[in-house]
T-cell receptor, first 112, second 116 residues
Framework: KQEVTQIPAALSVPEGENLVLNCSFT??????LQWFRQDPGKGLTSLLL?????REQTSGRLNASLDKSSGRSTLYIAASQPGDSATYLC???????????FGSGTQLTVLP | EAGVAQSPRYKIIEKRQSVAFWCNPI?????LYWYQQILGQGPKLLIQ????????DSQLPKDRFSAERLKGVDSTLKIQPAKLEDSAVYLC??????????????FGPGTRLTVL
């Protein structure tokens, strides 16, 4: 059974800092990995999707990497802004039924 | 292209009452998922449909939860009777069966349920 862990559970940084969020998973037989953003009381916004054959994806100030063999992914946020404050969720796609297993998220606060 | 639609956005009920949530997936998406997200946790899959058939409902509490997708398009999730621990956000997602977005899930805004 796939298990996904996100560390840290919460993170507070001053504006302008670069930061890294971590995600680890137990079963390396995945077909993709997605990073989502969730604002309080809202649904999920997809940030980046990495296919199992890829090593990284970039979108603006965001860069996500994937190391299947070690069961790890990182989300790098450059030059953080207060608007980046949200919960970031990592989800791993695996299994023939194409299901996502989510971590519990990292709650990020960027202080002005 | 319209996204995944869900209604209502918020619902407050008393325990032992019943409640129903509705989801309309992205047009043409054959696979539909319902997730439950308890505060402070990641979403947990409740049920997965492929067209109007159930692929996986192993984590659906079948004594009180039911779901259907009769015409292979929109879906309804029902809770009867509700318990306090059912307070959560219920998310619907859909996924195409082919094309560039195959294997990607697209999420609706969710329904926040509070059981008093």
């Amino acid at each position: 059974k796939q298990e996904v862990t996100q560390i840290p559970a919460a993170l507070s940084v001053p504006e302008g800092e670069n930061l890294v969020l971590n995600c680890s998973f137990t079963d390396s037989a995945i077909y993709n990995l997605q990073w989502f953003r969730q604002d309080p009381g809202k649904g999920l916004t997809s940030l980046l999707l990495i296919q199992s054959s890829q090593r990284e994806q970039t979108s603006g100030r965001l860069n996500a990497s994937l190391d299947k063999s070690s069961g790890r992914s990182t989300l790098y946020i450059a030059a953080s802004q207060p608007g980046d404050s949200a919960t970031y969720l990592c989800a791993v796609g695996s299994g023939s039924a194409r299901q996502l297993t989510f971590g519990s998220g990292t709650q990020l606060t960027v202080l002005p | 292209e319209a996204g995944v639609a869900q209604s209502p956005r918020y619902k407050i009920i008393e325990k032992r009452q019943s409640v129903a949530f509705w989801c309309n997936p992205i047009s043409g998406h054959a696979t539909l998922y319902w997730y439950q997200q308890i505060l402070g946790q990641g979403p947990k899959l409740l049920i997965q449909f492929q067209n109007n058939g159930v692929v996986d409902d192993s984590q659906l509490p079948k004594d009180r939860f039911s779901a259907e997708r009769l015409k292979g398009v929109d879906s309804t999730l029902k809770i009867q009777p509700a318990k306090l621990e059912d307070s959560a956000v219920y998310l619907c997602a859909s996924s195409p069966n082919r094309g560039k977005a195959y294997n990607e899930q697209f999420f609706g805004p969710g329904t926040r349920l509070t059981v008093l």
